[in-house]
C-alpha cells in the first residue's frame, strides 16, 4: 500500500520568510501532483511534476520531483499572507490499461503572519 | 466554461436512508473519480473510472458504489449510509493520462452529515 507522507502538517511563517514542504512516498512512481486548499474551497492544482529531476515554478513557489529518493519539495520563498493555505501533494501508482489511482498526503496548513 | 458540478452540495440525513450524490463534467474527460476528505486524513480515493462501463476501487471504497454509464457522469450512491460516512465528498476528473499532463479538476465538494 502506498503511503504518501508530508511535513511538516502545520507551519507558521512570517512573510518574508523562505520554507520547504517535505513530500515522500513509499512505493516507485513517476508523476506526482500539488495542490492548494483554501479553507472551504475545493482544490487547486499548482503542479503537474511528471519525471525525475522535473522543477516547475509558479510566483514564489517551486517544486521539484526525485523519483529516486520519492521526494518532492514545495518550496516558499518570500512568504506573503496569500499563500495561506493547506497544500497536498498527490502521487500517481498506475493500475493497469492508462488507469491509476492517486493518493494524497495529509497536507500542510500553513499560515502566513505578518 | 469548463467544470466539475457535484449535487448536492450539502446534504444532512438519516442513517439507513439510500443517497445518490451526482457528478457531471463538461470536459469530455474519460478519468473520473471520488474522494473523500476528513480533518487530519488529508483526501482519499474511494472509487475511479477510466472509461465507460469501467470503475476501479480505491483506497477506502467500502459501503459506496458507483456507476458509469456515460463518460460525463459519475454518480456516487450510498445505498445504507451510516455516521462514519459523515464528511466532505469531492468528485474529479481529467483527460486520458499517459502523455498527458493534465491534472485532476476538483468539484466544489459535498458535505455529508448522516445522522
Known amino acids: 500500500e502506498l503511503k504518501v507522507e508530508q511535513n511538516p502538517l502545520f507551519l507558521s511563517m512570517q512573510e518574508g520568510k523562505n520554507y520547504t514542504i517535505y513530500c515522500n512516498y513509499s512505493t516507485t512512481s513517476d508523476r506526482l501532483y500539488w495542490y492548494r486548499q483554501d479553507p472551504g474551497k475545493s482544490l487547486e492544482s499548482l503542479f503537474v511534476l511528471l519525471s525525475n529531476g522535473a522543477v516547475k515554478q509558479e510566483g514564489r513557489l517551486m517544486a521539484s520531483l526525485d523519483t529516486k529518493a520519492r521526494l518532492s519539495t514545495l518550496h516558499i520563498t518570500a512568504a506573503v499572507h496569500d499563500l495561506s493555505a493547506t497544500y497536498f501533494c498527490?502521487?500517481?501508482?498506475?493500475?493497469?490499461?492508462?488507469?491509476?489511482?492517486?493518493?494524497f498526503g495529509k497536507g500542510t496548513k500553513l499560515s502566513v503572519i505578518p | 466554461e469548463a467544470q466539475v458540478t457535484q449535487n448536492p452540495r450539502y446534504l444532512i440525513t438519516v442513517t439507513g436512508k439510500k443517497l445518490t450524490v451526482t457528478c457531471s463534467q463538461n470536459?469530455?474527460?474519460?478519468?473520473m473519480s471520488w474522494y473523500r476528505q476528513d480533518p487530519g486524513l488529508g483526501l482519499r480515493q474511494i472509487y475511479y473510472s477510466m472509461n465507460v462501463e469501467v470503475t476501479d476501487k480505491g483506497d477506502v471504497p467500502e459501503g459506496y458504489k458507483v456507476s458509469r454509464k456515460e463518460k460525463r457522469n459519475f454518480p456516487l450512491i450510498l445505498e445504507s449510509p451510516s455516521p462514519n460516512q459523515t464528511s466532505l465528498y469531492f468528485c474529479a476528473s481529467s483527460s486520458r493520462t499517459g502523455t498527458s499532463n493534465q491534472p485532476q479538476h476538483f468539484g466544489d465538494g459535498t458535505r455529508l452529515s448522516i445522522l
Open positions: 498527490a502521487v500517481v501508482v498506475w493500475s493497469g490499461a492508462g488507469s491509476y489511482q492517486l493518493t
Open positions: 470536459m469530455n474527460h474519460e478519468y
